[in-house]
């Protein structure tokens, strides 16, 4: 049988079957496993299996870049109990006009059976969040208070000194100045300045209201009525 080539409107589908078929699932491998990483590895690449069963897909690594190269996208699996990740930082326009790529983030609980020996994830939240939705949010609205409240260059270059934002003087004035050009949209991540990008996504998870560019899979307010 010919497999369907994956797109982004296929991967949502795939994803909320997955999500489906994967929460209260145990499984041996991740019982008494409590690095979020390995958990969210494991889940990665059950995924990616997934998809590569039923999609034509290209399948990236975490290592040499996205998940899903075709789709532009990568996948973030975490904990409810602090819903984040780790991204590679590339420059410092990635907060205020996103990171370059989709990501799927996938939210779960975990628990453990001690009779069975085995753990199980309980996937409260999927959502897939366009490039366009992926910068800082406090970033992006401070930003654009300013545009609209008729600020100038300096104003945000102050703001960019303000907020620490990674890079030196020379830099962060040409930011400004393209940044008054080009007001960004609206991101709806925290990212936290690292070695690497600290992603949060608290308000993706919690969010209750319909924002052009994000696509709530599976709602957390949905699985916890």
């Not at 992926?134 to 208070?145: E, M």
Request: with cysteine; glycine share 6%.
């Amino acid at each position: 049988m010919t497999k369907k080539i994956l797109n982004i409107a296929e991967l949502q589908i795939a994803a909320k079957k997955f999500c489906e078929k994967e929460s209260g699932h145990y499984r041996s491998e991740l019982f008494g496993v409590t690095d979020g990483k390995a958990v969210g590895t494991f889940v990665e690449h059950l995924f990616q299996e997934y998809l590569e069963q039923q999609y034509d897909i290209t399948i990236g690594s975490s290592a040499n870049g996205l998940d899903l190269p075709s789709l532009n996208t990568d996948i973030k699996v975490t904990s409810i109990k602090q819903p984040q990740s780790s991204c590679p930082f590339k420059d410092s326009n990635q907060k205020i006009y996103g990171l370059g790529y989709n990501l799927i983030v996938f939210v779960y609980q975990k628990t453990d059976n001690g009779r069975t020996k085995k753990g199980g994830l309980n996937f409260l939240s999927c959502s897939f969040i366009e490039s366009s939705r992926t910068a800082d949010y406090q970033t992006t609205t401070g930003l654009l208070n300013i545009i609209n409240n008729n600020g100038n260059a300096d104003d945000i270059f102050a703001f960019l000194i303000d907020h620490q934002i990674p890079s030196d003087e020379v830099t962060l004035m040409n930011m400004a100045e393209n940044i008054l050009r080009n007001p960004p949209k609206v991101g709806y991540l925290t990212i936290s300045n690292a070695l690497q990008w600290r992603l949060q996504y608290r308000r993706i998870v919690n969010m209750v209201e319909n924002i052009d560019g994000i696509t709530q899979i599976v709602k957390y307010s949905d699985v916890n009525k």
